[in-house]
């Protein structure tokens, strides 16, 4: 059954009630547990708009569970596809020897894994489990190298005619041509002995024997598997999917908009789980794709800036689950991880606040509780933007920004203890500036006092610059610097402070910033002011503005 939200309550409630409906109406025999699901092929760098499907359905295993039903949530790795999708760090030429090779044989080209297929898989899971999303494995490879599915292939291939008309349904009544496609056709994919590529085509079964005869299109090597021993392939996708459904009773999954249409591979996989494998179809939660700007899918085509392991290095993980939590799955996203990261933390910061206030409501407050649920969050909320400012000052040493930072906050102990208290904040932010080279160098200080800038300015800067630096001296929070920043011109210009600002005060606070960048800096703008002050320790402020003294 497919699925599409209409958003009448909670989207997990609409999503978990009418799953149990659906299983009611259809008689699902669990057996006393509800098999949730999702799945891919770690056929190249996993891009996070995958976390979309196994955060559906690790949300919905986990209110199943808290309804008090025993639930299963498994994600199934198709480590036994062939390897034909090139990474977006090399070139066809340079894989070639590989393609067409099963993922698991692939060496990874990193050469820090087994496997090109564990590579990846690997790298996902940690991404997976850093989030919360806690899922049993089920990798293909071993399933299939194993014989566990053999009495399931000799039946597909037993009833391979029926798996054609099925999947050529459209083509119906057949020419010459699809029928003589049909007498040709078996629902495998086979694995040459001798190239190791899935270009071997089956030619032949021989039922009593359970064997069948193939010829590979890439070597010529024509040779032979039993499928009850030593078979080297695999049911096509379509069949795969239908059998899994029927083998391990999957009551729920969630999937793309593109797979659900009408002639799509569940309307195919569908049928054939019924009338082949005589199992029933899971509950399907249609879901829109997850963008970028500018972009309406992530892809792997969009190389490194989509990768899964970035979306999760450069966001804490109740920000992740807050993330896939808060939008409902049949709602298109658009999530930048680039220029909009400050909004994304400033907006989940807000939404913190919100409910700890109590402000917040019913929904909202269970949102907050499903993001926070079970993963590693800061004990200390300062904004990412001023831990990056920090980070910059420190050229990205996190225990020197740790000692900065504890100028800006109330914390009681060491740096070291307040980094520990940051964290994972403070590690994410790191790797947005360092990892991801996101650092423009805004906070990169000068070493000494800016004399050429100093005879550049108004006297009236100067005046308010030297106000700043008598009296900041006595100050550390960051509002009252700002205060100090904006008071300054104003004294200068002999207005107090019920008196209304004017064009000239604005055209001096304006220039005041201007120049304080350009003795701190070096450059016309950079952090906000304020906070880059009260960062600065005395001696770096004094070495910086020892020239303007006050007059």
């Known amino acids: 059954m497919i699925y599409e939200l209409k958003n009448k309550t909670f989207w997990i409630d609409e999503a978990v009630e009418s799953l149990l409906s659906y299983m009611k109406e259809q008689k699902m025999d669990t057996d006393g547990l509800i098999t949730c699901a999702a799945g891919m092929t770690p056929s190249c760098p996993i891009h996070f708009g ?50 067409g090779k099963t993922l698991r044989e692939v060496p990874d080209f990193s050469g820090n894994y ?74 495998l994919e086979v ?98 794709f997850i963008g970028i700007p500018g972009v309406a899918k992530v892809s792997r085509a969009l190389g490194e800036r989509a990768l899964a392991s970035r979306f999760c290095d450069v966001l804490e993980p109740p920000v992740v689950r807050w993330l896939l939590v808060k939008n409902a799955p049949n709602k298109p996203i658009i999530i930048d991880i680039e220029a909009g990261i400050f909004r994304i933390y400033h907006e989940w910061d807000m939404f913190c606040k919100k409910v700890r206030s109590g402000e917040a409501t019913e929904v909202e407050t269970r949102i907050w509780k499903i993001a926070t649920n079970s993963v590693a969050a800061p004990k200390i909320v300062i904004p990412f933007k001023i831990i990056t400012t920090a980070l910059e000052i420190a050229n990205g040493d996190k225990q020197l920004a740790s000692k900065l930072l504890l100028r800006i906050t109330d914390f ?65 929070k960051e509002d009252e610097i700002n205060e100090l920043l904006h008071n300054a011109p104003r004294e200068v210009l002999n207005l107090t402070e019920n008196e209304k600002s004017d064009e000239k005060l604005s055209a001096l606070q304006k220039e005041v910033f201007m120049a304080m960048y350009k003795l701190l800096l070096g450059s016309d703008k950079g952090p906000k002011l304020a906070t880059l002050l009260a960062l600065l320790d005395k001696s770096t402020f004094r070495t910086l503005l020892r020239g303007a003294q006050y007059e």
Not at 224 to 246: M, Q, T, V
């Open 50 to 99: 995958i976390l979309r499907e196994i955060a559906i359905s690790s949300f919905v295993a986990d209110e199943l569970r808290r309804r008090g039903y025993r639930v299963r949530l498994v994600y199934y790795w198709d480590d036994y596809d062939h390897f034909c999708k090139i990474p977006f760090y090399t070139t066809k030429e340079a894989v070639e020897p590989y393609l």
């Open 412 to 476: 009681e102990g060491t740096a070291e203890e307040l980094r520990r208290s940051v964290s994972p904040r403070l590690d994410a932010a790191h790797n947005w500036l360092y990892k991801y080279k996101n650092v423009k160098n805004e906070a990169q200080l000068l070493s000494e006092f800016n004399q050429s800038a100093w005879d550049s300015f108004s006297e009236n800067c100067r005046k308010a610059i030297c106000i700043i630096t008598r009296d900041i001296i006595n100050l550390e």
């Open 191 to 288: 694995y040459c002995e001798n190239c190791g590529r899935d270009s071997a085509k089956t030619i032949s079964y021989d039922k009593q024997n359970t064997t069948i005869t193939y010829i590979c299109k890439k070597c010529g090597h024509q040779g032979s598997y039993n499928i009850y021993s030593g078979f080297n392939g695999k049911l096509i996708w379509k069949a795969n999917w239908a059998l899994r459904w029927s083998d391990d009773s999957v009551n729920f999954e969630s999937s793309g908009e593109n797979q659900l249409t009408d002639t799509g591979s569940y309307s195919v996989a569908t049928r054939i789980a019924s009338e082949i494998f005589g199992g029933k179809t899971p509950f399907s939660l249609l879901y829109r």
């Open 114 to 187: 087994n496997s090109y297929g564990e590579h990846y898989m690997h790298t996902f899971e940690l991404c997976l489990h850093r989030c919360g999303f806690i899922p049993d494995y089920d990798y293909q490879a071993l399933k299939y190298k194993s014989g566990y599915y053999k009495k399931h292939i000799a039946h597909a291939i037993e009833k391979r005619f029926e798996i054609f008309d099925i999947i050529n349904a459209a083509k119906q009544p057949y020419n010459e041509e699809v029928q003589k496609q049909r007498e040709e056709y078996y629902p």
